[in-house]
């Protein structure tokens, strides 16, 4: 089910970025807010709809304080190349770079395996952005 849920989030933020891209005029700062309020909303609604109960552990917060400062420091560069970039396919393929970090991240933080096959479709992924990006 991971890949369906992977293919339909890369939907999901497509559409998102394409809107971005069309509100560019907006600015940052109050594309990020608009999006950040709208989620909290949606998240809160399928909170009370699916009567579900929240429980943070104390010994979680910090860690989701910093993964909320790194969620707004990402998503911060990533509108503004969004909204500066030529096409926004451009600036998700750069961005999308982020798997080489999180694979070589897992692999020394929770021992995934690597096998061949996947450095060698990093590295053409990686080879694609590096063509997007310098190419006129």
Avoid at 40 to 69: D, E, Q, Y
Avoid at 88 to 114: E, K, N, R
Avoid at 115 to 132: P, Q
Wanted: charge should be positive; glycine fraction near 8%; include cysteine.
């Amino acid at each position: 089910m991971w890949v369906i849920f992977s293919l339909l989030a890369a939907v999901f933020f497509s559409i998102m970025f394409l809107v971005f891209k069309k509100l560019e005029g907006l600015g940052t700062p109050l594309l990020i807010f608009g999006c950040s309020v709208g989620t909290a909303l949606c998240f809160l609604t399928h909170i009370v709809a699916n009567k579900m109960t929240v429980r943070i552990p104390p010994s979680a917060l910090a860690w989701l304080g910093l993964a909320s400062l790194l969620s707004y420091c990402g998503n911060y560069f990533q509108t503004r190349s969004l909204t500066e970039g030529p096409n926004a396919g451009y600036t998700t393929a750069i961005v999308g770079c982020q798997s080489v970090i999180l694979m070589v991240a897992s692999y020394y933080l929770f021992g995934s395996h690597i096998s061949l096959a996947k450095l060698i479709g990093v590295a053409l992924c990686v080879a694609g952005v590096v063509v997007l990006s310098f190419s006129n």
